[in-house]
């Protein structure tokens, strides 16, 4: 079947379309229901069902004869090691782990913080977590103290595993006092620490709260599978929210399965056996789904890599990751491949890689501007898919499902909605808009099985982030339209839609036009407050490696394109060199504080931001043209 047979499939009967699915996991008792309605707009996915997270990423591919297969590669060029687990190995080192948190009094249902560097173990504590029914809650390594605090004190977890430190390039980053300084400011204390120590810094333990790694699994007894129901919460995740305090977006285990294991095949489009990598980190939802939990569901062998894009040892790291392990299917952010680009614009390092073995580079995490996608192709020669999920879902919303059916490209389009999403795009009042208009994206209810069923604690804020805005639709917090081949555009969060003189236009098509300008390797465009249009973009552009142009001469020339491409109605005049854009550590411009900077707000600095000193650097550029006063 090709994707409109498997979508009308899906639309037709999506409780057989999803029991359907749910043939590929190995239940403790098999679900047979797919799904449970709560009320109050409110769904469950195979609530009863019995199964175990763990059992399906790696006992189950022991027990079938996978045991020799390597199930994580560790490629770390920052240490310069490399180390591969087989599935018997993974094996016995997670009941091993498992054993030891069972032996610290950790049962199903308790929280387990994971505070973990891009370490094989970091996966192995997650794995450890879903053998014994423990709900997981990993906190990207090295996030400052505070933040630590406040997920501490909202997950209250019995156990905190930590390692000693993470490697940065050029520089070590110590965990240990940071999570010392988030336990002293919260409220809840955890029972027990677990802490790697990691050769290239030791760390004093805290005695009586502080066990070492290897230590604490002396002589415990390796822990079984605990089966859970299907309902059980596998993890909770937490995602920034716009008020400060963050949104523990919440899995539960039977869903997220069952939808892991169908994406595998049929949009990464590999087989058992094959190898995936997802250049993430642990800490997003991107690790969580792509780098430990779907490719080792689907018997699939997933790489963790410590290291940039760039920089570890230069802009060849990807391709040489993709030719040494014979990668099939690649997954990274567009920013890792912009920062590849704007360091060799030419692809001069992808030459010397053979990269045969490689299907297809798929991207997500932000918008995929024209010119990054059309480089990527053009140096790699393979299809180049860009696909638009959330945190929230866990995985694709919309993408290319080239595993089902490889579907043209439309550059600028992650393609269309995946069974289980019904994608609509509404104006304000909630109405349907016609193709080619732009409106809010929302999906109707209910989501597909291992999206988020409500947040940790947060019923009401669940509800209130997602579901009061269209009734009967989950609100994505995304503006784009559909085209006549029902084919989704995203152009901008829905607070990037900016408004000039009462024209609602998108920050994003702006972006695409600059983007394609021959000396810009990366922009954002941002509405800043203008007392006569509400609003007026301004530009932030960085200029490839070795172009040294007058800065005057690129700005004009690109204030000309937006006058030519999108018209006067843009009223964009102001465009500006930077060196660098401020970013999360996942790769997202941090737009909604450059427009505070300019606009002279105050401003919360964003928990996960990668380098805070470039805000600085922004403010004071913002002020050369009357800005940031």
Same mark, same amino acid.
């Given at each position: 079947?090709?994707?409109?047979? *498997?979508? $009308?499939?899906?639309?037709?009967?999506?409780?057989?379309?999803?029991?359907?699915?749910?043939?590929?996991?190995?239940?403790?008792?098999?679900?047979?229901?797919?799904?449970?309605?709560?009320?109050?707009?409110?769904?469950?996915?195979?609530?009863?069902?019995?199964?175990?997270?763990?059992?399906?990423?790696?006992?189950?591919?022991?027990?079938?004869?996978?045991?020799?297969?390597?199930?994580?590669?560790?490629?770390?060029?920052?240490?310069?090691?490399? $180390?591969?687990?087989?599935? +018997?190995?993974?094996?016995?080192?997670?009941?091993?782990?498992?054993?030891?948190?069972?032996?610290?009094?950790?049962?199903?249902?308790?929280?387990?913080?994971?505070?973990?560097?891009?370490?094989?173990? $970091?996966?192995?504590?997650?794995?450890?977590?879903?053998?014994? !029914?423990?709900?997981?809650?990993?906190?990207?390594?090295?996030?400052?103290?505070?933040?630590?605090?406040?997920?501490?004190?909202?997950?209250?977890?019995?156990?905190?595993?930590?390692?000693?430190? &993470?490697?940065?390039?050029?520089?070590?980053?110590?965990?240990?006092?940071?999570?010392?300084?988030?336990?002293?400011?919260?409220?809840?204390?955890?029972?027990?620490?677990?802490?790697?120590?990691?050769?290239?810094?030791?760390? /004093?333990?805290?005695?009586?709260?502080?066990?070492?790694?290897?230590?604490?699994?002396?002589?415990?007894?390796?822990?079984?599978?605990?089966?859970?129901?299907?309902?059980?919460?596998?993890?909770?995740?937490?995602?920034?929210?716009?008020? !400060?305090?963050?949104?523990?977006?919440?899995?539960?285990?039977?869903?997220?399965?069952?939808?892991?294991?169908? *994406?595998?095949?049929?949009?990464?489009?590999?087989?058992?056996?094959?190898?995936?990598?997802? +250049?993430?980190?642990?800490?997003?939802?991107?690790?969580?789904?792509?780098?430990?939990?779907?490719?080792?569901?689907?018997?699939?062998?997933?790489?963790?890599?410590? &290291?940039?894009?760039?920089?570890? %040892?230069?802009?060849? *790291?990807?391709?040489?990751?993709?030719?040494?392990?014979?990668?099939?299917?690649?997954?990274?952010?567009?920013?890792?491949?912009?920062?590849?680009?704007?360091?060799?614009?030419?692809?001069?390092?992808?030459?010397?890689?053979?990269?045969?073995?490689?299907?297809?580079?798929?991207?997500?995490?932000?918008? +995929?501007?024209?010119?990054?996608?059309?480089?990527?192709?053009?140096?790699?020669?393979? %299809?180049?898919?860009?696909?638009?999920?959330?945190?929230?879902?866990?995985?694709?919303?919309?993408?290319?499902?080239? !595993?089902?059916?490889?579907?043209?490209?439309?550059?600028?389009? %992650?393609?269309?909605?995946?069974?289980?999403?019904?994608?609509?795009?509404?104006?304000?009042?909630?109405?349907?808009?016609?193709? &080619?208009?732009?409106?809010?994206?929302?999906?109707?209810?209910?989501?597909?099985?291992?999206?988020?069923?409500?947040?940790?604690?947060?019923?009401?804020?669940?509800?209130?982030?997602?579901?009061?805005?269209?009734?009967?639709?989950?609100?994505?917090?995304?503006?784009?339209?559909?085209?006549?081949?029902?084919?989704?555009?995203?152009?901008?969060?829905?607070?990037?839609?900016?408004?000039?003189?009462?024209?609602?236009?998108?920050?994003? $098509?702006?972006?695409?036009?600059?983007?394609?300008?021959?000396?810009? @390797?990366?922009? /954002?465009?941002?509405?800043?407050?203008?007392?006569?249009?509400?609003?007026? %973009?301004?530009?932030?552009?960085?200029?490839?490696?070795?172009?040294?142009?007058?800065?005057?001469?690129?700005?004009?020339?690109?204030?000309?394109?937006?006058?030519?491409?999108?018209?006067?109605?843009? @009223?964009?005049?102001?465009?500006?060199?930077?060196?660098?854009?401020?970013?999360?550590?996942? !790769?997202?411009?941090?737009?909604? *504080?450059?427009?505070?900077?300019?606009?002279?707000?105050?401003?919360?600095?964003?928990?996960?931001?990668?380098?805070? @000193?470039?805000?600085?650097?922004?403010?004071?550029?913002?002020?050369?043209?009357?800005?940031?006063?």
């Amino acid at each position: 079947m090709g994707y409109r047979e *498997t979508y $009308a499939a899906w639309q037709d009967d999506p409780e057989a379309f999803w029991l359907k699915a749910a043939e590929a996991i190995d239940w403790v008792e098999a679900p047979k229901q797919a799904l449970f309605e709560r009320g109050n707009d409110l769904f469950e996915w195979f609530a009863d069902a019995k199964v175990n997270g763990c059992y399906n990423a790696v006992d189950r591919h022991v027990e079938g004869g996978r045991g020799d297969q390597v199930a994580i590669i560790h490629d770390s060029p920052i240490t310069g090691t490399q $180390a591969k687990i087989t599935y +018997a190995e993974l094996q016995t080192r997670v009941a091993s782990l498992a054993g030891a948190l069972s032996a610290q009094g950790v049962v199903k249902g308790d929280r387990v913080i994971i505070y973990m560097p891009m370490v094989p173990e $970091a996966l192995e504590a997650m794995l450890a977590c879903a053998r014994i !029914g423990a709900v997981h809650s990993v906190v990207f390594g090295g996030f400052a103290a505070n933040e630590l605090a406040v997920r501490i004190d909202d997950c209250a977890p019995k156990a905190i595993i930590a390692a000693s430190c &993470g490697l940065e390039p050029g520089r070590v980053v110590e965990y240990k006092p940071l999570l010392d300084g988030a336990i002293e400011m919260a409220d809840h204390k955890p029972d027990v620490c677990i802490v790697l120590q990691r050769p290239q810094h030791l760390c /004093a333990l805290t005695p009586g709260r502080d066990l070492d790694w290897h230590d604490c699994q002396q002589g415990v007894t390796p822990a079984d599978c605990v089966p859970v129901e299907g309902n059980h919460p596998a993890y909770i995740l937490y995602t920034s929210g716009t008020t !400060g305090a963050p949104k523990g977006v919440v899995r539960h285990t039977g869903g997220h399965l069952v939808a892991l294991n169908w *994406t595998m095949k049929n949009i990464y489009n590999v087989d058992p056996g094959d190898v995936f990598w997802a +250049a993430s980190d642990v800490g997003w939802v991107v690790g969580h789904s792509y780098i430990c939990y779907g490719p080792l569901i689907h018997g699939n062998t997933t790489v963790v890599f410590e &290291g940039k894009p760039i920089g570890t %040892p230069d802009a060849g *790291t990807f391709w040489r990751i993709i030719e040494e392990h014979n990668v099939r299917s690649f997954f990274t952010a567009p920013t890792a491949i912009r920062a590849v680009k704007r360091e060799d614009p030419k692809g001069e390092y992808r030459k010397k890689y053979d990269l045969s073995g490689l299907r297809a580079l798929y991207l997500a995490g932000e918008r +995929a501007d024209p010119d990054t996608i059309e480089w990527a192709q053009e140096i790699l020669d393979i %299809p180049v898919y860009d696909h638009w999920w959330q945190t929230e879902t866990g995985y694709t919303i919309a993408g290319n499902p080239a !595993g089902l059916e490889a579907l043209p490209v439309k550059i600028g389009s %992650p393609t269309v909605p995946m069974p289980g999403y019904q994608v609509e795009i509404l104006d304000e009042a909630g109405h349907p808009q016609k193709p &080619g208009e732009l409106g809010a994206i929302a999906i109707k209810l209910p989501l597909p099985p291992g999206t988020l069923p409500t947040l940790w604690n947060a019923e009401d804020r669940f509800r209130k982030s997602y579901l009061t805005t269209f009734p009967g639709y989950y609100e994505t917090g995304d503006a784009g339209m559909m085209d006549e081949d029902g084919y989704l555009y995203i152009m901008a969060r829905t607070d990037d839609v900016i408004n000039v003189a009462g024209h609602r236009l998108s920050t994003g $098509a702006m972006e695409e036009v600059l983007a394609g300008h021959p000396d810009v @390797a990366e922009c /954002a465009v941002v509405g800043v407050s203008d007392a006569l249009k509400g609003q007026s %973009p301004v530009g932030l552009l960085c200029l490839s490696n070795g172009v040294n142009r007058p800065h005057e001469e690129i700005t004009k020339e690109c204030v000309k394109r937006i006058r030519d491409q999108i018209g006067p109605v843009a @009223a964009f005049k102001q465009a500006l060199v930077v060196d660098r854009l401020p970013k999360t550590r996942s !790769g997202k411009i941090l737009r909604a *504080t450059m427009v505070k900077i300019a606009d002279g707000q105050e401003f919360k600095l964003p928990a996960t931001i990668d380098d805070p @000193a470039i805000l600085d650097e922004i403010k004071a550029a913002l002020q050369t043209i009357g800005y940031a006063k």
